[in-house]
């Protein structure tokens, strides 16, 4: 007879990361559809360009430097999809070239890979293509690929939210800190809920690899962005400072970890 | 309808390891060749060490090392059954007569283990006995079964581990939603006022000894009883039954009530210890094809073996047939943080980074990170997305802190 034998537990639950990868992109979907409807085929362009770009890059990198198998977690697409919605309508197509390749260069692979980055790739991206090209990514009037109504992306929120595939914390605290903190610094709060916002809210800083662990970090993670979501908001462009907010908190996540840490459970 | 089904086949040969109990081995009492009763001790030592039984009746075969459910090969008595289920004579003492030292000495005697401890260790005095009534894991239902089958003798195993203890109050904790159980044994215990049960919504994890008198604690804080943490005794179903066993019929622990999951007929039976795997499952109608992993006791915690030639010992309280769709190894992926497993853990650690630094042998930090706090429940590699071995790892780590 050959019978296994192995470590426990012998059972496991029917989850696996390219399931949550999955979600993310099936929860992007209805925004992306609506994207296209409102744009047509430059908003198109920018997305296929940006998600084949993301794709490449991480194949190429992974294959030919590292020469280790081509991963097939799908987490370049969701960076790609990101990437693209944050894109003006009107960038030449090379924006979302640079800004992918760069976002999975040196946002991902830099850092040692899928799992390991401390900020998000996509944002990484975004912020270099900001600081490079300005008269790009800044066109006052033009229409953001995200700028959708925002129930839209609620809709794939939702979505994560009952599937468990973020930590709930996060978008729990980032929109508690930004009703509070504007709430307080304007009369009229209408113009925080944009796609961009949400967007960031519920897609971007709920990214697991990049945020906390620990049950009071992620709490202090939301607050944070939502602080600095608003302080830069105020003086700079509001779907900007959600961004930087986000990334600025991201640099700060293993502080936080390690200053949040539970007391242990012990018995007696 | 009875739940539990004695297996009545006399196997042919009976395995019994000397050491069933966290610590030294048993010395053999008897040598190759000797006839020995149901119920004669076989096996013994120093003070501390607890008393192994012959389950069978029979010549002694051998004496050699043999496969062990938990550990490697231990040094086991064989013995070949002849059939004629000679017992010695067992005597039966009334307990309201005892003394605390007396009852303490008679459990001693009678081997009485519970998870590798023995019995007598843990009666020191107490306020409060609680019986752990829930089954710790999924497929695992011989506590339910033994409430069902034995109220009475459980709720006389409870009072003789109270007075062993000193303790005025007993609580059986039971699931809340088995109402069944709950009834059966209000009922056995109408008599007894200080005998109680605490209905427990059952997570997995409550189910082990210290979340599980935390939880009976808190529940009976909150109805305004005065009780604390230091002063209780947890137990288990099967502990009850054996001090009974022990006690009012002079029986020492020569039997346990198994779970048998994934064979033709899953249910509970009564095995002798020392009967092989192979022998409880055949009971159960056999496998149902070909077997891919067995597992000793529940599925998040248990042992899988290496071959059904395993004997039943004291402490197996389940056994999980696994098949190929099963018990397939998926392929572990990098861990992505996303705190499923600190969710989960009942210990209020942070799993992933245990494992992340039990996997780059940073044991120093596996110690600042409280791994010694870790109970080893399986919750975090049950729940890993990216099927990281987690508890292995924080296994291994432990043992290289040691």
Redesign the interface.
Known sequence: ?S???????????D???K??VCGVIIALLPALAVSLYLFGLPAMAIILTSVLAAVCAEGAIQKFILKKAIPT?GSAIVTGLLLALLLHVNVPLWIPLIGAVVAIAIGKQAFG????NIFNPALVGWAVLTMAWPSHMASAGVARLVDIPPFVLLVGAAFLLYM?YI?WQIPASYLIGVVFLSALLTRDGSYIFIGAFILGVFFMATD????????KG?FIFGIGCGILTVIYGYYGDYAEGVCYSILLMNSVTPLI?RFM???????? | MRQIEPITKIPEKVIIPLQQHVGAENTPLVSVGDVVKIGQKIGDGESGILPVHSSASGKVTAISECPHPFYENVLSIIIEPDGKDAYIEFKAEDYSQLEREQIIGIIKEAGVVESGIPVHTKLSPSDVVILNGMDEAPYMTSNRALMLDFPSEIIDGLKILMKATGASRGFIGIDASDSEAINTMNKAAVDDLNIETVPLKTTYVRGMEEFFAKAVVKREISRGHRISNASTMTSTIGTARAAYDAVCMGKPLIETVVSVWGVKKSQNVQAKIGTSLRNVIEHCGGYKGKPKKIVVNGPMTGMAQYTDEVPVIKDVHGILVQYEEDATMAEIQPCINCAKCVDVCPANLLPNMLAAFANKGRFDMCKRYNISACVECGKCAYVCPSKIPIVQLIKCAKEWIK
């Open positions: 007879m019978i296994i034998v192995s470590a426990p537990p012998h059972i496991k639950k989850t696996c990361t399931k949550m977690d890979g899928y799992g390991s468990g930590k697991p690899i990049t945020t906390p662990l620990t049950k992620r970890d840490k539970a007391k242990p459970f012990v018995e007696g």
